[in-house]
């Protein structure tokens, strides 16, 4: 069965810094993986996701993540923060096999000026 | 292409009540998943439909349920509700098929029950 791990629940960074959220995963086959952004009140937003094309993933708003398949992970990353980022990530997870898509327990990012 | 979109937006009932929820998909999307989000549980997955058929469900009671039509809308009702039931419910359409499934999320609906 498929799981994903976010290590931290709530990462707190000053504007103009990087960014990063880590994600790890479980998966009993080769998975797909996805970020999503949720803002308040507003619904889930995919930002980017990888699907075994290349281990870099560039996605929206400056946004990009490397699946390493050895360390189990998919951590998300963006060299500088703007405070327009400040929302709540989620990682996701789906077997290739599987059907279902597996969350995360989110991490909530809060960008300090 | 329009985007998922959710009816109603904001909702109000009273314990014991019950509420249907509404969801459109994607044109050409033929799965849509309902999940139920609380700031003590997070995202839990409620079910999926696909071609009319339910095909995954997670662990909720049976006064969840949910049906697809023909055009791959779909609806999710909840009976007898309860206060833990205030939650927003989001909805996502996917095609459902093929290794590069893709979810993408509706607005959602904010359900508050009292």
């Known amino acids: 069965a498929q799981s994903v791990t976010q290590l931290d629940s709530h990462v707190s960074v000053s504007e103009g810094t990087p960014v990063l959220l880590r994600c790890n995963y479980s998966?009993?086959?080769?998975?797909?993986l996805f970020w999503y952004v949720q803002h308040p009140n507003k619904g889930l937003q995919l930002l980017l996701k990888?699907?075994?094309?290349?281990?870099l993933v560039k996605g929206i708003n400056g946004f990009e993540a490397e699946f390493k398949k050895s360390e189990t992970s998919f951590h998300l990353t963006k060299p500088s923060a703007h405070m327009s980022d400040a929302a709540e990530y989620f990682c996701?997870?789906?077997?290739?096999?599987?059907?279902?898509?597996?969350f995360g327990p989110g991490t909530r990012l809060s960008v300090l000026p | 292409k329009a985007g998922v979109t959710q009816t109603p937006r904001y909702l109000i009932k009273t314990r014991g009540q019950q509420v249907t929820l509404s969801c459109s998909p994607i044109?050409?999307?033929?799965?849509v998943s309902w999940y139920q989000q609380t700031p003590g549980q997070g995202l839990q997955f409620l079910f999926e439909?696909?071609?009319?058929?339910?095909?995954n469900k997670g662990n909720f009671p049976g006064r969840f349920s949910g049906r697809q039509f023909s055009n791959s809308r779909s609806e999710m009702n909840v009976s007898t509700l309860e206060l833990g039931d205030s939650a927003l419910y989001l909805c996502?359409?996917?095609?459902?098929?093929?290794?590069?499934?893709?979810?993408?999320f509706g607005p959602g609906t904010r359900l508050t029950v009292l």
């Open positions: 996502a359409s996917s095609s459902g098929q093929g290794v590069i499934d893709t979810q993408y």
């Open positions: 998966s009993s086959y080769s998975p797909s």
């Open positions: 990888y699907t075994s094309a290349a281990t």
């Open positions: 996701v997870v789906r077997d290739n096999y599987g059907q279902n898509f597996v």
């Open positions: 044109s050409g999307h033929r799965s």
């Open positions: 439909y696909f071609s009319e058929t339910q095909r």
